[in-house]
């Protein structure tokens, strides 16, 4: 979510506060230009953050009716608070609202609108799982995977791929696990060792996007992590809804599993990625770029 051409002065610069602050004010000026030429793009994406923040009332409601009213008005609060920064980062980067061949689209999409439910539904997850309503957070867990998978695919089977979603996509799946794991330290489902080393791998993958210009794209390993990484957290979440003997035996064990696939995969994403920057300056006379993250503008 970055301009990649105006961050290339920012690194040059060695991130300086004057360099910063001309980026963030020559964004700015971009980000104006392509509302101007392309309003309905704009109209389109906070119609959908409307709808949203609707249908944000309308669960809390149900909510308020049926089970707790202070956990309720924290739903639609916390959601609502939600909406507005990321709906707004969306908002600077409209000019990526481009199909593959480059042009520009005048109002969101399907897959799009999936990858920020995903982001919406966050906050009822994390409040959910605090409060110890264990059955809500799986609901709305398991909907935002399905959100998950199904932006992708839709956006293959109906033609509908699109620069946005492409960066999009992996931030929010970024920012969601990273939020998930905290928020299950904060119940006591997981050591906080864990939740460490979670925020180790994904600080790793935002930090080495900024400077080093990372574009993360998913390859097969990735997308088995995630699927697997998906399986463990849902168990762990219906171990907690379903408490029993079997919830008893299970649940160390998947603790144990989450943990070490964390692991795993922070080593796998610094030997590759130092490899990779190896490749990159030519100290690695042949190879080619692998790994979870695919470094360089292509």
């Known amino acids: 979510m970055f301009i990649e051409e105006y961050l290339q002065d920012v690194r040059h610069a060695r991130f300086s506060a004057p360099a910063l602050t001309g980026y963030l004010r020559r964004a ?7 509302w101007v030429a392309n ?4 109209r389109s994406l906070w119609t959908l953050a409307l709808l949203f923040f609707a249908a944000s009332f309308l669960a809390a409601a149900a909510l308020a009716v049926a089970l707790d009213r202070q956990l ?9 608070i939600g909406i507005l920064p ?12 481009r199909d593959r061949d480059g042009y520009r689209l005048s109002a969101v999409n399907l897959p799009i609108a999936l990858t920020l439910l995903r982001i919406t539904l966050l906050p009822g997850i994390i409040l959910f799982l605090g409060s110890g309503h264990a059955r809500l957070a799986l609901t709305a867990f398991l909907i935002a995977s399905a959100s998950d998978v199904l932006d992708g695919w839709l956006a293959r089977r109906l033609h509908q791929v699109t620069q946005l979603g492409v960066v999009l996509d992996p931030i929010v799946d970024i920012v969601f696990n990273l939020s998930i794991f905290i928020a299950f330290s904060r119940a006591g489902l997981l050591p906080g060792w864990v939740s460490g080393v979670a925020a180790l791998r994904y600080g790793i993958l935002l930090v080495g996007g900024i400077y080093l210009y990372v574009r993360i794209r998913p390859t097969f390993f990735g997308r088995l992590t995630g699927v ?6 849902t168990l762990l979440i ?8 079997v919830a008893e035996r299970l649940a160390p064990l998947t603790r144990v599993a989450l943990g070490a696939l964390l692991c795993a995969t922070v080593i796998q994403v610094v030997a590759l990625g130092w ?10 006379a042949r190879g080619r770029v692998v790994g979870d993250v695919r470094w360089g503008a292509q």
Do not use: C, I, S
């Not at 697997?228 to 957290?233: C, N, S």
């Not at 490899?275 to 690695?284: D, H, K, P, Q």
């Open 28 to 34: 700015g000026r971009r980000a104006r230009e392509v």
């Open 39 to 42: 309003p309905g793009a704009v």
């Open 72 to 80: 309720a008005q924290a739903l639609f609060f916390w959601t609502a």
């Open 86 to 97: 990321a709906f707004t980062l969306v908002t600077l980067h409209l000019d990526l609202l």
């Open 228 to 233: 697997l990484m998906a399986a463990l957290m």
């Open 238 to 245: 219906l171990l907690h809804a379903l408490p029993g003997p």
């Open 275 to 284: 490899y990779n920057l190896r490749l990159m300056r030519g100290a690695v």
